[in-house]
Each structure stands twice: as C-alpha cells, then as structure tokens.
C-alpha cells in the first residue's frame, strides 16, 4: 500500500512537495490544502490533485470562483497517513495539535522552530535518525545546502573549523511585499541563526556563519572557508568527492557560468519542472585549496532545494527504504535528478 500524503499549505515549497510526492512510486498524494481561491488553487484542480480548503478559507468562494474543492483540511486528514505542513514560518506549530488530533505523522518546514519535531533531518547526512519517527523537520534551504556539503567534507577529510558568509536572496520571485529593493542587509547577530540550525543535524559541527540579505530573488550564495582535519592532495580531489555524491552539481570553467542568473537559465534550459535547481551547485574554478584550507562557492535555489528532502523523509518515516542512499536513490531517479 502506499503512503497516503496530504500537503498542508500549496505555495512556494507545498506545490513543489506535491508534484514530487505524485510522481513517487510508494506514495500517493490525498490532497493538498488552500486558504484562499487562486490562481494556483486553479493549477492544483486543473493538475487533478484533491483540493481542500484551509486556515479560515470558506469552501463557498472556491466554488464562486468555479473550482472544485472536497471539502475542509479535517476531510483531507481522515484520508492520509502523514501530512507535509508547507504554511507559512511558525505556522506548522499552530498546526501541530490539529494533525496529532488526526492521528498523522507529520513533516515541517524549516520556518518552524526544532522543537516541533523529534528529529531535524537531511537525508545526505542522517536519514537513519528519522526512520520510524511521527514528527520530522527538514531543516531550511540554507541548512540543507550545508548539511549536504558537510555530509562531504566530515566523512572525507574531517572539519576543524567553517566559516559560511550566506549571501542571502530577499524574496522568492513571486514575493511582491519582501524587500529590500535596493540596499545590502546584514544580519548583526553572530553566528547568524544558520549555524544553530546546521548544529540541529551535525551537533559538533565547528561551524559559524554570517549572513547578509542583498536584491535578489534568484538563489542564495554560500562562501566557505573550511579548515580540514585531512586535507587532500589537491582542489580536484574535492571537487571529485563532491561530483561523486548526489545532489551536488558542479559547473566546469568552460561552461561560463558567471554566477546565479546563469544557474537558473541553465535548469530552464535542461526544461526541469520550474526551472528549478534541487542540487547544490558549485563552480570547478570557485574551489581553493591552500594547505588545510578549502575555500569553495555554492548557489542554492530556495525554492526547490528541500523539495526531495521532504521525499525522503517520508520514506524514512514509513520504513520504506532502509538507508539514504537507496531512498536517494529512488526520489532522484523520479526527480530527474540523477545525470
Ligand atoms: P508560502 O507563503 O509560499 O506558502 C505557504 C502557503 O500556505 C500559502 O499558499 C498560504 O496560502 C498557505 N496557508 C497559510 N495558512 C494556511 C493554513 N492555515 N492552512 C493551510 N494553508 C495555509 O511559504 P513557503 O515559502 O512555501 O514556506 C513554507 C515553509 O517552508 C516555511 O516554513 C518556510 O520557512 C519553509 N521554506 C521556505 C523556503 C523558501 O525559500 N520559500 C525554502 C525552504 C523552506
């Protein structure tokens, strides 16, 4: 039987987790929920998915507005075996009651603080600690782009100390109300709330992180400065450790990449789902080796990169692939992901 998953929230992340959830083999998608009528309320009827209606929505406005719902968020509950909560940031704790009231196991997002769940997870770094557990967090695209480079380099050649600049992008592209416009923020706590939260997966990672937000809505751009335990012979040895890894792009010099807006022109050119880009993506020439020290660039498109994170922790959650690697496996297979 498979798994009966209802997406609780159908915007940035919840219509991605979606489509993803519909195109797995070991799932099926049983709904996915809307507060207000909209244009994606539209594509979610239009794509076949169940819709549901949420949050204080009224099911009359989704049928003044011509589009089929089934009913409300308790409906679509009965007919799941876990939830994904995609609300908005610290929205999924106001959820929580209602999803254990249903007797659902339940997947938050990173806008959520730890507490939420019994586990932060990456697939990449520690899949087994979710297998069978209720309440899983994946934690936030910049968590997960560390989280993956750090399954990488503390298996490889051991972390003594990294220090991550995260040029942060403002808004995600359809977000109109997001600044700023024009103007370079930085973030004045330090570590910026990154490292604590890359802590929740790797508890003795030495990492400290700094943050900055800057006009943009294409992607986020990490820079790294790792200090290595065992470092390697040369640069090439990294970058082949990371090419050898799923989940890890890695553009050559002759490519021309010059930064972001050529990242997301190349997914649309590969006519991935969105133009999105679910892997962390580096440069061949942005990767230094001095010694012990690595200093490496990496660009991660928000809107996508949790998507298979949340794949995989449904199957770590149902016991239906016993280790990351296969579940990683299978998702990026589904995904389009595997080159
Ligand atoms: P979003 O605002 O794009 O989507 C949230 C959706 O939830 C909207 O469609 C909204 O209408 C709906 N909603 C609001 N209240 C609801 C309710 N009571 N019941 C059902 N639906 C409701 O937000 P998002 O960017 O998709 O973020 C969702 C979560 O994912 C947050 O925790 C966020 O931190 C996390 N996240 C976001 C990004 C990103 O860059 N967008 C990346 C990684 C993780």
């Given at each position: ?118 586990v932060s997870f990456n697939a990449l770094a520690n899949y087994p600690a979710a297998l069978g557990k209720s309440r899983v967090r994946v934690v936030s695209c910049n968590t997960t782009g560390i989280a993956r480079a750090a399954s990488v380099l503390r298996a490889r050649y051991g972390v003594e100390r ?178």
């Amino acid at each position: 039987m498979p798994v009966r998953v209802a997406v609780n929230g159908f915007g940035t992340i919840g219509k991605r987790v979606a489509d993803a959830v519909s195109k797995q083999p070991d799932m099926v998608l049983v709904g996915v929920a809307k507060t207000r009528p909209s244009f994606e309320a539209r594509i979610a009827a239009e794509r076949g998915y169940p819709l549901f209606v949420g949050g204080d929505g009224r099911v009359e406005d989704f049928r003044a507005a011509g589009i089929t719902v089934e009913g409300t968020t308790d409906e679509m509950f009965k007919r799941a075996d876990v939830v994904v909560d995609a609300t908005p940031d610290k929205m999924g704790k106001e959820q929580a009651p209602r999803y254990e009231r249903a007797h659902l196991k339940a997947i938050y997002q990173g806008g959520e603080k730890p507490d939420v769940a019994e586990v932060s997870f990456n697939a990449l770094a520690n899949y087994p600690a979710a297998l069978g557990k209720s309440r899983v967090r994946v934690v936030s695209c910049n968590t997960t782009g560390i989280a993956r480079a750090a399954s990488v380099l503390r298996a490889r050649y051991g972390v003594e100390r990294w220090e991550v600049t995260l040029i942060r992008r403002a808004a995600d592209p359809a977000e109109t109300r997001k600044g700023p416009v024009n103007g370079i923020l930085p973030t004045f706590q330090i570590p910026s709330h990154h490292a604590p939260d890359a802590q929740t997966i790797f508890p003795d990672l030495p990492i400290t992180t700094t943050a900055v937000v800057v006009p943009t809505t294409l992607m986020h751009l990490h820079v790294n400065h790792v200090r290595l335990r065992r470092p390697p012979a040369s640069a090439s040895d990294v970058i082949a450790a990371f090419q050898e890894t799923p989940r890890f792009h890695i553009f050559r010099s002759w490519e021309r990449v010059e930064g972001t807006p050529q990242v997301l022109e190349f997914a649309r050119d590969q006519l991935t789902p969105r133009g999105d880009m679910m892997k962390n993506v580096l440069w061949e020439n942005g990767v230094h080796l001095d010694g012990a020290d690595l200093r490496f660039f990496q660009a991660i498109h928000q809107e996508s990169i949790v998507v298979p994170e949340n794949i995989d922790a449904i199957r770590a959650m149902f016991n239906l692939a016993p280790d990351g690697d296969s579940s990683i496996a299978v998702t990026d297979m589904t995904l389009g992901l595997r080159s």
